[in-house]
């Protein structure tokens, strides 16, 4: 695969004295969000859609191994942990999910799944990735740490 170019913005004074940037659209990785690189032609299929480009990311790329090998993975967000806990409480054998409690911000809230009994159990947070393996076992892919954060 062809590596991404990484155009940065370019600032120059028009003829009027203006400040004008001129940005080149980035493309992100569908699964975590870091930026990829420019976006170009491959970004898009033929009927308009974005493709996967996880591949490409450092992070991502071991999901896509492990998707290929035949494991299930499910990104755990606020906003899909119902979802993921159902379809993870749904597979047989059953396996127990519940949500994980943690005082953040001051107060106790749910900070991401508990999956399986103790101990062996493993807790993924918001951000993480949940994979199942195809022996039934569980682990995290941890989400990355934000670009400009420190580790």
């Given at each position: 695969?062809k590596?991404?170019?990484n155009?940065?913005?370019r600032?120059?004074?028009n003829?009027?004295g203006?400040?004008?940037?001129?940005?080149?659209l980035?493309?992100?990785?569908?699964?975590?969000?870091?930026?990829?690189?420019?976006?170009?032609?491959?970004?898009?299929d033929n009927?308009?859609?974005?493709?996967?480009?996880r591949?490409?990311?450092?992070h991502?790329?071991?999901?896509?191994?492990?998707e290929a090998?035949?494991?299930?993975?499910?990104?755990?967000t606020?906003?899909?942990?119902s979802?993921?806990?159902?379809e993870?409480d749904r597979l047989?054998?059953?396996?127990?999910?519940?949500?994980?409690?943690?005082?953040a911000?001051?107060?106790?809230?749910?900070v991401?799944?508990?999956?399986?009994?103790?101990?062996?159990?493993?807790?993924?947070?918001f951000?993480?990735?949940?994979?199942?393996?195809?022996?039934?076992?569980?682990?995290?892919h941890?989400?990355?740490?934000p670009?400009?954060?420190?580790?």
């Amino acid at each position: 695969m062809k590596p991404r170019t990484n155009t940065p913005d370019r600032v120059h004074t028009n003829d009027e004295g203006r400040k004008v940037t001129r940005v080149t659209l980035k493309r992100a990785c569908n699964g975590c969000g870091q930026y990829l690189g420019d976006a170009d032609a491959r970004d898009v299929d033929n009927h308009g859609n974005l493709t996967d480009v996880r591949v490409e990311c450092d992070h991502c790329r071991p999901l896509v191994e492990l998707e290929a090998a035949g494991c299930k993975t499910w990104e755990l967000t606020p906003r899909s942990i119902s979802r993921v806990a159902d379809e993870i409480d749904r597979l047989r054998p059953w396996v127990f999910t519940k949500g994980y409690w943690k005082e953040a911000d001051g107060k106790l809230q749910v900070v991401g799944l508990r999956i399986g009994d103790r101990p062996g159990h493993v807790v993924a947070y918001f951000g993480d990735w949940i994979v199942r393996h195809p022996d039934g076992g569980f682990t995290v892919h941890k989400a990355p740490v934000p670009q400009g954060a420190a580790a």
